[in-house]
Nanobody, 126 residues
Framework: QSHLVESGGGLVQPGGSLRLSCVNS????????IGWFHQAPGKEREGVSC????????AYADSVRGRFTVSKDNAKNTVYLQMRDLRPEDTGVYYC???????????????????WGQGTQVTVSS
């Protein structure tokens, strides 16, 4: 079976940092992209950052560019989202998604996501 498992969420003060992890397993075809999606309370899920498993190409939402960094460790089948200078509006559930054969900018713009993780809660509050 194919799985995505997120971890690393928590409570942090404004201006603080967190690093989220997404471990993927059971995906035998390596031409995919992994994205991080944010769902704020009462709002729709939105793409935050996406990365190609093969090329390492990345895409970011304007709201996080310069504050968040996505990276991957293929040996560990893990994608990270380093979040810095966190703001209260970053609060919400962060989901990891995987899509086969997709351009990272399209994935982060809300195109097809083939698999989802269960999400991890991030709360930014003083």
């Amino acid at each position: 079976q194919s799985h995505l498992v997120e971890s690393g969420g928590g409570l942090v003060q404004p201006g603080g940092s967190l690093r989220l992890s997404c471990v993927n397993s059971g995906f035998t075809y390596d031409h995919f992209a992994i994205g991080w999606f944010h769902q704020a309370p009462g709002k729709e899920r939105e793409g935050v950052s996406c990365i190609s498993n093969r090329t390492g190409a990345t895409a970011y939402a304007d709201s996080v560019r310069g504050r968040f960094t996505v990276s991957k460790d293929n040996a560990k089948n893990t994608v990270y989202l380093q979040m810095r200078d966190l703001r209260p509006e970053d609060t919400g559930v962060y989901y990891c998604g995987l899509s086969y054969g997709i351009v990272v900018s399209d994935m982060c713009a809300g195109d097809r996501v083939d698999y989802w993780g269960q999400g991890t809660q991030v709360t930014v509050s003083s």
